[in-house]
């Protein structure tokens, strides 16, 4: 390091939204930076910043703002010097960054897939018909409805503890969550099962945490070079070039993963209707390097394949 670490008389301070998984993502960001440069925990502070998104917990995200719903006060606190750092879920974070920040450190990436929750099924094939499932997701609502038409999906916002309490209320009989969540979170005890990939593609950048800096913070750069995982980025830019190409706010169910193998990468992407009444889905193939623009040109060959008319439940769409 050329510029001063932090001490417990002068910490770190690390942003980061309250929900016990967001603590979670906050506290292993310190463990790392505290490990990697042999500090004490209390080098840094976590400071929980309550987003418009954890307070409006009533409706869909598309209703109130879309994703910049959780970030936009956590960014505020980091641009007037209230926090250092932001530690977010990268599938909740828009493409755009505001001025002056930058998006440019990730973690080791958890299980990228969809978990099937449910105390009385294992899998969506054994939903009954006409079952209750719940979901906050538009993914995972088009791509229930593209399965299954009979199902009757419901709104499910909420933290994860929120939505588990909700099944346990009976409000439906089942529902999905993040893998990389529960295991963060040590629940081994929730009915979970797998939905492998191949049978419902997850979020963009689900699993990943990303870490937000102020772009002129080098002491921050520095320390945040020292636990930044070069795979999991390479895996997010192609998918987030993807999601910028196509459209990236929470009014579009789009899905998308990039496994990297040696220099070698494979993408695969979806976009769907909201109703489940149309998804077209393609991939590709390439070196590491080529990410973005295989990205951008899977984008392109799905947004032909569903025509000029595919976006038009978007009402604002350009």
Same mark, same amino acid.
């Given at each position: 390091?050329? %510029?001063?670490? +932090?001490? +417990?008389?002068?910490?770190?301070?690390?942003?980061?939204?309250?929900?016990?998984?967001?603590?979670?993502?906050?506290?292993?960001?310190?463990?790392?930076?505290?490990?990697? !440069? =042999?500090?004490?925990?209390?080098?840094?502070?976590?400071?929980?910043?309550?987003?418009?998104? &954890?307070?409006?917990?009533?409706?869909?995200?598309?209703?109130?703002?879309?994703?910049?719903? !959780?970030?936009?006060?956590? %960014?505020?606190?980091?641009?007037?010097?209230?926090?250092?750092?932001?530690?977010?879920?990268?599938?909740?974070? +828009? @493409?755009?960054? *505001? %001025?002056?920040?930058?998006?440019?450190?990730?973690?080791?990436?958890?299980?990228?897939? &969809?978990? !099937?929750?449910?105390?009385?099924?294992?899998?969506?094939?054994?939903?009954?018909?006409?079952?209750?499932?719940?979901?906050?997701?538009?993914?995972?609502?088009?791509?229930?409805?593209?399965?299954?038409?009979? /199902? =009757?999906?419901?709104?499910?916002?909420?933290?994860?503890?929120?939505?588990?309490?909700?099944?346990?209320?009976?409000?439906?009989?089942?529902?999905?969550?993040?893998?990389?969540?529960?295991?963060?979170?040590?629940?081994?005890?929730?009915?979970?099962?797998?939905?492998?990939? @191949? $049978?419902?593609? +997850?979020?963009?950048?689900?699993?990943?945490?990303?870490?937000?800096?102020?772009? $002129?913070?080098?002491?921050?750069?520095?320390?945040?070079?020292?636990?930044?995982? *070069?795979?999991?980025?390479?895996?997010?830019?192609?998918?987030?070039? !993807?999601?910028?190409?196509?459209?990236?706010?929470?009014?579009?169910?789009?899905?998308? /993963?990039?496994? #990297?193998?040696?220099?070698?990468?494979?993408?695969?992407?979806?976009?769907?209707?909201?109703?489940?009444?149309?998804?077209?889905?393609?991939?590709?193939?390439?070196?590491?390097?080529?990410? *973005?623009?295989?990205?951008?040109?899977?984008?392109?060959?799905?947004?032909?394949?569903?025509?000029?008319?595919?976006?038009?439940?978007?009402?604002?769409? #350009?």
């Amino acid at each position: 390091m050329t %510029e001063a670490l +932090p001490t +417990p008389d002068a910490p770190l301070k690390i942003g980061t939204r309250g929900s016990p998984l967001a603590l979670a993502q906050a506290n292993e960001t310190r463990d790392r930076l505290a490990e990697a !440069f =042999n500090l004490p925990h209390e080098a840094f502070q976590i400071v929980v910043i309550k987003t418009t998104g &954890d307070k409006i917990i009533d409706r869909p995200l598309k209703e109130i703002g879309g994703k910049g719903l !959780f970030t936009r006060e956590i %960014e505020a606190d980091m641009l007037s010097g209230k926090i250092d750092i932001a530690v977010h879920s990268m599938k909740d974070m +828009p @493409t755009l960054q *505001p %001025e002056g920040l930058v998006l440019d450190t990730y973690l080791p990436r958890e299980d990228p897939r &969809d978990a !099937f929750i449910s105390p009385e099924f294992t899998a969506i094939s054994e939903l009954p018909e006409g079952s209750t499932v719940g979901t906050s997701s538009l993914r995972r609502r088009a791509q229930l409805l593209v399965r299954r038409p009979d /199902l =009757n999906v419901v709104e499910f916002r909420g933290n994860l503890q929120t939505r588990l309490k909700k099944l346990d209320d009976g409000v439906a009989r089942a529902t999905f969550l993040a893998r990389a969540g529960l295991n963060r979170l040590g629940m081994s005890d929730v009915p979970q099962h797998p939905i492998e990939t @191949t $049978d419902m593609l +997850p979020a963009i950048a689900q699993g990943a945490i990303g870490i937000e800096r102020r772009e $002129d913070d080098m002491r921050v750069a520095e320390m945040l070079a020292a636990i930044h995982d *070069p795979a999991t980025a390479d895996q997010l830019v192609a998918e987030r070039a !993807f999601l910028a190409a196509l459209d990236g706010s929470c009014e579009t169910p789009i899905a998308g /993963l990039a496994v #990297v193998t040696g220099d070698r990468l494979h993408l695969r992407g979806e976009v769907l209707r909201p109703d489940g009444s149309e998804a077209h889905s393609g991939e590709r193939d390439g070196a590491v390097s080529d990410g *973005p623009e295989m990205g951008r040109d899977l984008a392109r060959e799905l947004l032909d394949l569903g025509g000029p008319n595919f976006f038009d439940w978007i009402d604002n769409r #350009v």
